[in-house]
């Protein structure tokens, strides 16, 4: 880039640095921006998504205990779930399907639909769970009946442990043919 | 590639006139290191902006969350600590470089004729940064955030007639609170920065109107003129480059610790003003009773009306130091108080006791973890664990408490004290705490283990106390 300076009425000489001489100004110029560049990006995109992808790390869950269910018959229970919500930690209250299978087995199931994410009942009379919204139908056992549920109901992470059940609360994507957790 | 695009662009925007008129304006006698201090200036302020923005991301402005947020940015967010670390070593430095600014333009003489008016808003932008670091200083809502400020608006509060409205506007009410917290907030992050913006493009705007100063020896100016680029422009970013790698230094080597959580029950907490108000919180030491006023606002006023008028006060269109002996020497004098008034406080400030860090660190923890749910301190806290006070006479060997802190049961066998998931260094800063617990005379040792202490209690009531406490800490010990 050449110079076509105005003159200035009251300066008689613009002198500007040409040839190798700007050339290493503006080599100074570019490496030094460059450095606070990237030395600003680098920590500030992870500043960004370091905590958006840090995963919630699932507790262990007290419901209570087993004795009060019945074998074979789902059961909606309640319980408190506490999670690392940013700086906070947050406490909301959750439902789960328990199904208790024996003495010391239960099967507990996410209370979502993995169509779309609707909740489901237990219709007591046809022994079946139903989702109201798109019209999926559950066994017992959580196998699909009919309607559009791409898969099976999710089934949680649960322990008996003297005479208590415990479950991790997870989530997982809706529609796929398989669970994943979110 | 570069080449290409910037054709393309030039040929649609006419980029060739605007680079024309951004980078080839005249500096008169030529680029010089002396002139790097307004891009400094300019740059920090850039930086304190970015950072800024960015901590806005986790930060609450609230009395409940200010703290933690503070403490989950310092401590969870991937570079938190860095960026945290920039915004507050950023912000003494953009005060370094506008004193060094100021300095600068005024040996020179650059504020007289034409360019009084660039150096008036020069002063207005001063006041806003001051501002900027008083309001800034609370926001962390610690304890010495909490009593600085306290002083700080106080301080307001002595000036005549007005002082009480003024320092209720300023609190937001009778004492500082939530509502304090949320309008220095605001006016931190949304009105000083638009009115900032503002003032910055106006002083910019006034040094492209009539030029910068040049040299003060008149002749040198004359016989020499250089375009701003590309030597001035390498001189600016060299600086820029070597400012932001100083910063990058310190806030990766000397973590800007948080003092205890805001607590307005605490009055043995002496707060500790930015060193930028330091010289002035020493002047006021010596301005008790009937002084006091001059002052916390006399001097104040006198002083900023004084050098907005300085370019009216100082007709001498002489620029060369040499000339102007009044102004230089009023300058001189300035500086040897400011640094005098600084060098004495910061001696009487080293001189006072101060709390080991990691001591510090223990403490917070204690509160942290809600420790006085279960133990008592002086008389205050729960009677499940055993009594504290003066824990540290009764066990002065360190390796136990952290033993002990690791893992209870290890040496009290069947304390029901659970396990607190604590670092290594946690549990260190913790038993240093701990340790500190001492009565003047040392109270005998006392004789019952924890076990007999506890199983005098009865269990149910112990267990049902530590439920209540903190779900989250309890989670999986019962």
Known sequence: ????????????????????????????????????????????????????????????????????????????????????????????????WAIKQSADTVVVFSPICPHLGCGYRWDGDEKKFKCPCHGSVYAVTGKVLAGPAPRPLDVLPSKVEQGRLWVKYQQFKSGLDHPVEL | MAQT?????????????????????????????????????????????????????????????????????????????????????????????????????????????????????????????????????????????????????????????????????????????ALTLSRFFALHTLFLPALIVGGILLHLFILRRVGPAGPWNVEEARQRNETFYPRQVYMDAVVMVGIFLALVALAGTIEFPLADR???????????????????????????????????????????????????????????????????????????????????????????????????????????????????LHGEGGKVGPDLSYVGNRRPDREWHIRHLRDPASVSPGSIMPKFPLSDREINDLAGYLLTLKGGSAPPPVTTSEVDYIASRSAPAACRSLVCVDQNHWKGYL
């Open chain 2, 5 to 177: 695009l910037y054709d393309w662009l030039d040929t649609r925007l006419k980029l060739q006139p605007l680079g024309h008129t951004l980078l080839d304006e005249p500096i008169p006698g030529g680029a010089s290191w002396i002139y790097v201090f307004g891009s400094a200036t300019l740059f920090l302020f850039c930086l304190q902006a970015t950072t800024g923005m960015f901590l806005a991301l986790y930060y609450v402005p609230s009395p409940d969350s200010a703290y933690d947020t503070v403490q989950f940015i310092q401590h969870d967010v991937t570079f938190g600590w860095f960026v945290r670390g920039l915004h507050h070593w950023g912000a003494s430095a953009v005060m370094v470089a506008i004193g060094l600014h100021l300095l600068q333009v005024y040996l020179y003489g650059a504020y007289k004729r034409p360019h009084e008016l660039m150096w008036m808003v020069g002063v207005g932008l001063l006041l806003l940064m001051l501002t900027f670091g008083f309001t800034g200083y609370l926001l962390p809502w610690d304890q010495n955030a909490y009593w600085a400020t306290q002083v700080g608006t106080n301080m307001v509060a002595s000036v005549p007639l007005v002082g009480d409205v003024l320092v209720r506007l300023l609190r937001g009410g009778e004492t500082l609170g």
């Open chain 1, 1 to 96: 880039m050449t110079l076509q300076g105005t003159p200035l009425d009251e300066t008689p000489v613009l002198s500007t640095p040409v040839g190798p001489r700007r050339r290493f100004f503006a080599w100074v110029t570019t490496v030094a921006m460059g450095i606070i560049g990237i030395g600003l990006a680098i920590p500030l995109i992870g500043y960004v998504v370091g905590p958006a992808l840090k995963r919630r790390e699932a507790l262990w869950n007290e419901i209570g205990p087993i004795d009060r269910l019945r074998t074979g018959e789902p059961e909606e229970v309640e319980f408190v779930n506490s999670v690392k919500d940013g700086w906070r930690q947050a406490t909301v209250k959750k439902v789960v």
């Open chain 2, 262 to 376: 805001a607590d307005p029950a605490d009055h043995t907490f002496t707060p500790i003003p930015e060193w930028y108000f330091l010289f002035f919180y020493q002047l006021l030491k010596y301005m008790s009773g009937p002084l006091e006023p001059l002052a916390t606002w006399i001097l104040p006023i006198v002083f900023v009306i004084g050098l907005l008028l300085l370019p009216f006060l100082d007709r001498n269109q002489d620029r060369r130091p040499r000339s102007r002996p009044v102004a230089v020497l009023t300058g001189v004098f300035f500086l040897v108080i400011m640094f005098t008034l600084l060098g004495i406080s910061i001696r009487d400030l080293r001189a006072m006791p101060k709390l080991d860090p990691s001591v510090a660190r223990g403490k917070a923890l204690f509160a942290q973890h809600h420790c006085l749910t279960c133990h008592t």
